[in-house]
Structure formats: C-alpha cells, structure tokens
C-alpha cells in the first residue's frame, strides 16, 4: 500500500482523540527550533566559564620530541592539561581501548591531540595555540588501503588488519562452474563527511562531590556515559551525561563526542571550572570520523538468463589510526554485500585496514552504501554483459519471503524487495525513458558527427538507472541482547504520561514518534505525552540512537510500556479510559492514592531469533527494509557536469508512524547518497584533509536537490510497533547505484568510482573515445 502524507491539526478537543499513529501531528520540538528558542550547547554560559581549544598533530605519523611554551605568551589564566593529568586510563573507551584521549609519545594521524588549553577568553584560549611548539619526529605513514595491504610498513599486527569477517554459503566454486558468464569488477568510494549543521561541543564542569557533568550535542548519551567512567575512574553514579538540543548526527555524534567530552571534563577536572570546547566548522571537518572508503571486488556467476548463481564479494574499507566503530560498519557492509538478491553460493570476506589517517566511523547507512554501491554497479555491468534490461534482471534474482541470505537467514515476512522495483520502475516511466533517452542520445551523435550541434554547441546527453537495496533494522545478530535496552513510561506529577528514554532528537523526529505510539496506546493525544530530556541521571539506557532501531526496538519498548501503563490504570479505575482529559483524572487520583506510577520494559529477543556470533551465521536482523531508486541525469560530454533531472524512489519501512517525517527522512537520505556519489570528496595531501571547508567541500544545496518523487510502501513487520521497520539509513544505501547507471545510460562510460566528478567522468569519456 502506497501512502499519501496527510497533515493533521492540534486536536480541538480532549476526549477521544483522532489516531496518532499514521498522521503526521505537528513535530514536537519544531516550533522551538523555528522561533530561535531552542539552546544549543555553543548558547549556554555559566559561571565562571573557560574555553577549550585543542593543540594537534600537524603529521601523520611520528614521534614527540619535545613540547614547548612560547616564554614571550602571557600564561597567566591559561590552563594546560596534556596525557599525565589524566586520573583515570589515557583511553576513548568504545569497542575497545586503543585509542588515547592525548597522545603520550606516538602519533598515529595528523590533527591528533596532543594537549589541551583553556582561558576564560575564547581570543586567549586561540592564542595560546599558537603559543605552543610541539616538535615531531616523523616516520613513514601509511596513507592508502592499497598500502595499508601491501604491509611494508606495519601500523598494526603483522598485516595492518584492525578486523576481518568471513561469510560463506553453499559451494562457490561449483556454482562458478555451473555458470554460463562470469563477470568481475572493482568498484571505489571514498571518504564522506556528515556535515551536521551543529559542530561538535560539549560543556564539563567538576561538580563538589567530586563527579563529571556533561553537557552536549551527542546521539549516545550513555557511550559518552561509559567513556568518562574509564577515563576518570569514576563509579557511573559520580558521571552525568545531559544531551542539549543537538543539530544533526548522521552517525558523526555516535562515537567522537566521548573523546570531546574527555577533552572538556579533563579541562574541567583540572581547573575545577567549567569549560566549553565547540569546534568551528576547519576543525570539525579535519579532525573528526567520516564515512570509511573502501574498495569492492565483486565476481559473479550467471546463467544467460541472469540467474545469480554464484557470488564472491571482497571488501576492504579504511578503519584509519584506531578502530573506533570499524568493526560494527565493517559487519554491516558485510551482511549486506550480497544485495537484496538470491544466491546460492556465496563468499563474502571483509577486511578493515588501520592507515595513519583519522579514525573513520559511522555515517548514515553504517557500511551498507559502501557494498550496496559495488554490488548495484556491478548488477548493471552485467546487465549490459547479458543484453538485459537492468530491471529485468534485478526482478530475476530479487529476494521473495522463504529466501535465504548468505548467512542462511530465512526471510519469512515482510520482504519487498520486487514490490518496490515495480512501485520505482511504473512511477519513473523506466522502460519509456530507458527507449527515448537512448534514441535520442544516438540521434545527437549522429547530428554531431555531421556537424549539426544543439543551440550553444553543448554536447548533452540523458540517461536513466536503477538500483536496489535492503537494510537490516536494528543491531547485528546478538547486539540487541548485548546493549540490553531498557526504556520507561512513567506519570509526571500533572499526570502526564512521561517517556523515558536516552535516545535523542537529532532532526529526525524521534521524540515526535514517540509521543505518538504512546499516545496511540493510551488512548490520547501526542500532545499530552512529555519527553525526558535524555539525561543519564533520569532516562534509562535504552542504547544508542543509531543502526535503525529507534522507532523498531526502543519505540517497541515504550509502545508495551503504553499497553502496561493503561492496564494498571484502567484496573485501578475499574473502567475504561476516555480520552486526554479522564486519563489525567484518573492518573491524578492514582498519585495521590498509590504513588508513582513507572513502567519498565527491557529488550527481549524474538524465540525465532538465532545467531552465532563465531560462525557469522544465522538471523542478522530481525528483518530488513527495502528501497529501489530511479535517477535520471545530464551530462554534459565536454565539461564532464552530470545534472540530477529527477529521482523516483519507492521504499518498503512497515508503517509510516509519520508519513511527512519518513519523507522527510526518505528525502534527507537520498539527496545525501547523490552527494556521495557526484560531487563530495575529501581531499588528502600527506595525510591531511586540504579540503575542510564548506568553499571546496562541495556539498548539494537546495538549488542542486532535483524533484524527488516518494512512495511509501508498507508491509507490516510482526515484531516493529504498529508493524514499523527502520527507515534513516535505507534511503542513503541505494542512489549511488542508480547514479553510476544513469551516467553509463546516457554517456555509454561505466564509472567503477564514486564521486563521479567531472574530472573523472572527462577521463572515462577519453578512454573510450580511445577504445573506438
């Protein structure tokens, strides 16, 4: 089923409200944000206030040979704090330990930090940066995945591998031999910065018991929570950890605010003052996590019909100096290397290499775009092989429900993969534009071989492509059970329901949502329902705001504390609850007779669940979302430009709790993975980004964003609220694809790397004017 937004108003009146789940109500935090109320972490000030700033590593690798203080600087009011004033272990605690807050003697990647100093004026502060000399040996660096494999010089173990997985199905070289065409390909991406419109910043302060507060622009409050317990050898009650209102994450806040706010509460510790760090715009882009690049070899094996039969995938991505979140990015682009496609032999090996470059982290679609990218590319390379329509293939091979992934995971509901193919392929008018576009492109090059150009003398030519992809909602395999969520509904002393919750407002709307699968639950409206603050001293750990799993797994959560909630308050009134205004009634009398009243639910994992974490072999997700993608371009053949025309996607997420935020969210997405695959590239020389500002990092703006045409489809998932699957990384998996098909549609070059930029594309077109 297709769904059309629908806006609904404020509710008039509180007895029997409308539904709340399917509507799109007024977003929560949206009038705050639009008026200017709303305070962001660079807006609070308190008493007797330093400012942070951050003395860097200007190498890629080397050795500390000596720091020194400028004498001619004025130091007084100048606080210092560098590796020994930390009580606690010289660590960023996450998935592991190896990467320090400061550097002692080595360092592993330009723009480390190596010393911190604070002042109680910003323009002081800056200064003393400058006041400070730090001499580095430097040693040979490693810069590049390819020398990263060569191993000649070895950063970590005896092969420069941080983490690898291995997935295998079936019998692959019998099924290469069963196969009628074999086609290879390699295919290239690079880094990509989230480019949140709130740079990274935290605010410590040393409270009189000796503890940590933290304030900050965050989307894992109780990560952040976890590091500073390791860092100051504190017990969890002594650290608290308060997310302010937060301009965007797109996975750039999951894992880096812990070493922030590591900085900030050292500083704090020290001069036992509070001290805010907020990076500009230079700093953030240079020294934080990006998207990790990655190179994909692709082999497959195909009857000449287009039947998959064999599959044999190796992916190497850049997990820089330390290995922060590489190994979950790195699994998840694994499990979905495959594609949403059937096989029955598959090989799929997966390798993060360490460079001397920054840690690389997560980002919006967390490693699928990645391998969705390479295996969607390679999908029409075949095509083009067999002479097939590239839907036609796709269709061929697509998952159907009683599939089977490469991890032996059986699809049992919920699978669109061929619904959201056709909904894409009939919406963009797929097979009439494929036929007019490519008559037209043929009849331009005949004009133009006789000298017959088009007004202005542009050579330009259409094209249109297609792509597929899936993504697995929630964490891998056991994760769920591991982060062992916990969320809570309780009564406000007004006798509001109240969420409980540390997952945080990003822009995406999550606190909005989650007022309405409670409100739905008990029988009210949004409106009535508050939202903690996720703040570690009130909201339990309900995980991370990451991986999909908001509105799934915790939302599920709160939509059982909802049933539960109405439950004991009907059996206490002894009837049913009719609306906003009786449930006040009624939780007002409860209060005042029984006391609080507080919900709990924890994570359960479905009975039908198994996964073995040894063999990477089993249910990866309880299930996944699907989305196909049609893009139409121009490009122009003497400037290598490539103009976005339109975008057509359809995707499957269960159920639209809000229709106009999952377009928005649909939007948002797609309009990043076209960045991603046109026009961002982060530029390197001898290890540093050159290119870390918003002048020559080219991002797409409103004026580049195309006509972007959404279906929403929805088939239902048994175990999400109200039938809901994920929908924030799906639409960033799959334009990519649909782009490099586009371009080879319309210019005949086959792009085997992304950004295609205009350089790259003139290149390509000279290499096969070249062939001819």
């Given at each position: 089923?297709?769904?059309?937004?629908?806006?609904?108003?404020?509710?008039?009146?509180?007895?029997?409200?409308?539904?709340?789940?399917?509507?799109?109500?007024?977003?929560?935090?949206?009038?705050?944000?639009?008026?200017?109320?709303?305070?962001?972490?660079?807006?609070?000030?308190?008493?007797?206030?330093?400012?942070?700033?951050?003395?860097?590593?200007?190498?890629?690798?080397?050795?500390?040979?000596?720091?020194?203080?400028?004498?001619?600087?004025?130091?007084?009011?100048?606080?210092?704090?560098?590796?020994?004033?930390?009580?606690?272990?010289?660590?960023?605690?996450?998935?592991?330990?190896?990467?320090?807050?400061?550097?002692?003697?080595?360092?592993?990647?330009?723009?480390?930090?190596?010393?911190?100093?604070?002042?109680?004026?910003?323009?002081?502060?800056?200064?003393?940066?400058?006041?400070?000399?730090?001499?580095?040996?430097?040693?040979?660096?490693?810069?590049?995945?390819?020398?990263?494999?060569?191993?000649?010089?070895?950063?970590?173990?005896?092969?420069?591998?941080?983490?690898?997985?291995?997935?295998?199905?079936?019998?692959?070289?019998?099924?290469?031999?069963?196969?009628?065409?074999?086609?290879?390909?390699?295919?290239?991406?690079?880094?990509?910065?989230?480019?949140?419109?709130?740079?990274?910043?935290?605010?410590?302060?040393?409270?009189?018991?000796?503890?940590?507060?933290?304030?900050?622009?965050?989307?894992?409050?109780?990560?952040?929570?976890?590091?500073?317990?390791?860092?100051?050898?504190?017990?969890?009650?002594?650290?608290?950890?308060?997310?302010?209102?937060?301009?965007?994450?797109?996975?750039?806040?999951?894992?880096?605010?812990?070493?922030?706010?590591?900085?900030?509460?050292?500083?704090?510790?020290?001069?036992?003052?509070?001290?805010?760090?907020?990076?500009?715009?230079?700093?953030?882009?240079?020294?934080?996590?990006?998207?990790?690049?990655?190179?994909?070899?692709?082999?497959?094996?195909?009857?000449?019909?287009?039947?998959?039969?064999?599959?044999?995938?190796?992916?190497?991505?850049?997990?820089?100096?330390?290995?922060?979140?590489?190994?979950?990015?790195?699994?998840?682009?694994?499990?979905?290397?495959?594609?949403?496609?059937?096989?029955?032999?598959?090989?799929?090996?997966?390798?993060?290499?360490?460079?001397?470059?920054?840690?690389?982290?997560?980002?919006?679609?967390?490693?699928?775009?990645?391998?969705?990218?390479?295996?969607?590319?390679?999908?029409?390379?075949?095509?083009?092989?067999?002479?097939?329509?590239?839907?036609?293939?796709?269709?061929?091979?697509?998952?159907?429900?009683?599939?089977?992934?490469?991890?032996?995971?059986?699809?049992?509901?919920?699978?669109?993969?061929?619904?959201?193919?056709d909904r894409t392929a009939e919406r963009a008018g797929w097979a009439e534009k494929r036929r007019r576009y490519g008559r037209e492109n043929a009849a331009a090059e005949r004009a133009e071989r006789a000298g017959r150009f088009a007004p202005g003398g542009r050579r330009l030519r259409r094209g249109i492509g297609l792509a597929l992809g899936w993504h697995g909602a929630g964490f891998t395999g056991g994760g769920e059970v591991r982060l062992n969520s916990l969320a809570a509904l309780d009564l406000s002393p007004e006798g509001r329901p109240r969420v409980l919750a540390a997952n945080v407002e990003i822009g995406q709307g999550a606190i909005t949502v989650f007022t309405q699968m409670v409100a739905e639950r008990l029988?009210?409206?949004?409106?009535?329902?508050?939202?903690?603050?996720?703040?570690?001293?009130?909201?339990?750990?309900?995980?991370?705001?990451?991986?999909?799993?908001?509105?799934?797994?915790?939302?599920?959560?709160?939509?059982?504390?909802?049933?539960?909630?109405?439950?004991?308050?009907?059996?206490?009134?002894?009837?049913?609850?009719?609306?906003?205004?009786?449930?006040?009634?009624?939780?007002?009398?409860?209060?005042?007779?029984?006391?609080?009243?507080?919900?709990?639910?924890?994570?359960?994992?479905?009975?039908?669940?198994?996964?073995?974490?040894?063999?990477?072999?089993?249910?990866?997700?309880?299930?996944?979302?699907?989305?196909?993608?049609?893009?139409?371009?121009?490009?122009?053949?003497?400037?290598?430009?490539?103009?976005?025309?339109?975008?057509?996607?359809?995707?499957?997420?269960?159920?639209?709790?809000?229709?106009?935020?999952?377009?928005?969210?649909?939007?948002?997405?797609?309009?990043?993975?076209?960045?991603?695959?046109?026009?961002?590239?982060?530029?390197?020389?001898?290890?540093?980004?050159?290119?870390?500002?918003?002048?020559?990092?080219?991002?797409?703006?409103?004026?580049?964003?195309?006509?972007?045409?959404?279906?929403?489809?929805?088939?239902?998932?048994?175990?999400?609220?109200?039938?809901?699957?994920?929908?924030?990384?799906?639409?960033?998996?799959?334009?990519?694809?649909?782009?490099?098909?586009?371009?080879?549609?319309?210019?005949?070059?086959?792009?085997?790397?992304?950004?295609?930029?205009?350089?790259?594309?003139?290149?390509?077109?000279?290499?096969?004017?070249?062939?001819?």
């Open positions: 089923m297709t769904r059309t937004p629908t806006r609904r108003a404020r509710p008039k009146t509180t007895l029997r409200p409308q539904p709340a789940v399917g509507v799109s109500v007024p977003k929560r935090d949206g009038e705050e944000k639009v008026t200017g109320r709303a305070l962001y972490v660079d807006d609070l000030k308190f008493p007797g206030m330093l400012h942070g700033r951050t003395v860097r590593s200007m190498v890629a690798r080397g050795i500390i040979r000596r720091v020194e203080f400028d004498p001619a600087f004025d130091w007084n009011g100048v606080v210092i704090a560098d590796h020994k004033d930390i009580p606690g272990l010289n660590c960023v605690a996450h998935l592991t330990e190896d990467q320090p807050l400061l550097a002692v003697r080595e360092i592993e990647h330009a723009d480390q930090a190596i010393l911190l100093v604070a002042h109680a004026d910003p323009e002081r502060a800056q200064a003393a940066l400058g006041a400070v000399r730090v001499e580095v040996e430097s040693i040979d660096a490693v810069l590049s995945i390819e020398d990263s494999l060569a191993a000649r010089v070895k950063i970590r173990g005896a092969d420069n591998v941080l983490k690898e997985y291995n997935i295998a199905r079936g019998d692959l070289a019998a099924g290469f031999a069963d196969a009628d065409v074999v086609v290879e390909g390699v295919y290239r991406c690079g880094h990509q910065e989230q480019l949140y419109l709130e740079n990274n910043g935290m605010i410590a302060e040393r409270t009189a018991e000796g503890g940590i507060v933290v304030r900050g622009s965050m989307q894992c409050p109780y990560f952040v929570h976890h590091a500073l317990q390791r860092t100051f050898g504190l017990p969890p009650e002594r650290i608290r950890v308060i997310q302010t209102v937060t301009g965007g994450g797109f996975g750039g806040k999951e894992d880096y605010p812990s070493l922030l706010a590591g900085h900030a509460a050292l500083l704090a510790w020290k001069s036992g003052r509070p001290v805010k760090i907020v990076y500009d715009r230079l700093e953030d882009i240079a020294a934080t996590t990006k998207r990790h690049p990655a190179v994909v070899r692709v082999r497959t094996g195909h009857r000449r019909d287009g039947t998959l039969v064999a599959t044999d995938v190796d992916a190497v991505m850049d997990g820089g100096a330390y290995v922060t979140m590489s190994p979950v990015v790195l699994s998840r682009g694994a499990l979905h290397a495959g594609g949403a496609y059937r096989c029955p032999n598959v090989r799929i090996r997966a390798r993060a290499m360490a460079t001397n470059t920054p840690p690389n982290g997560a980002f919006r679609g967390f490693g699928v775009p990645q391998t969705v990218y390479a295996m969607e590319s390679h999908m029409d390379r075949v095509a083009a092989e067999l002479g097939l329509d590239p839907l036609v293939l796709r269709r061929r091979n697509a998952v159907v429900v009683g599939d089977v992934t490469p991890t032996g995971q059986v699809l049992h509901e919920s699978v669109s993969a061929v619904e959201v193919l029988g009210v409206s949004p409106d009535l329902v508050l939202v903690e603050t996720p703040d570690t001293d009130r909201v339990p750990n309900s995980g991370p705001t990451v991986a999909s799993r908001t509105t799934m797994v915790v939302g599920g959560l709160l939509e059982q504390c909802a049933r539960a909630m109405r439950e004991r308050l009907e059996l206490f009134a002894e009837r049913a609850l009719d609306g906003d205004a009786d449930f006040r009634r009624v939780a007002r009398r409860f209060l005042a007779e029984r006391g609080p009243l507080r919900v709990e639910r924890r994570y359960q994992k479905p009975a039908h669940i198994v996964w073995n974490e040894e063999t990477y072999q089993g249910d990866a997700y309880p299930c996944f979302s699907y989305g196909a993608v049609a893009v139409e371009v121009e490009a122009d053949l003497d400037t290598g430009e490539v103009r976005v025309l339109r975008v057509t996607t359809a995707q499957d997420i269960g159920r639209a709790i809000h229709p106009l935020l999952c377009i928005g969210q649909i939007e948002g997405g797609t309009l990043q993975g076209l960045g991603w695959a046109l026009l961002e590239e982060v530029r390197w020389k001898d290890g540093r980004i050159w290119n870390h500002q918003l002048t020559n990092y080219i991002i797409p703006t409103a004026v580049d964003a195309p006509p972007l045409d959404v279906l929403i489809v929805e088939n239902p998932y048994s175990g999400g609220p109200f039938g809901a699957k994920g929908v924030g990384e799906l639409p960033m998996d799959v334009p990519a694809g649909a782009v490099v098909a586009a371009v080879a549609h319309a210019t005949g070059a086959r792009m085997d790397e992304i950004p295609i930029t205009p350089e790259r594309l003139l290149r390509a077109l000279d290499g096969r004017e070249e062939r001819r």
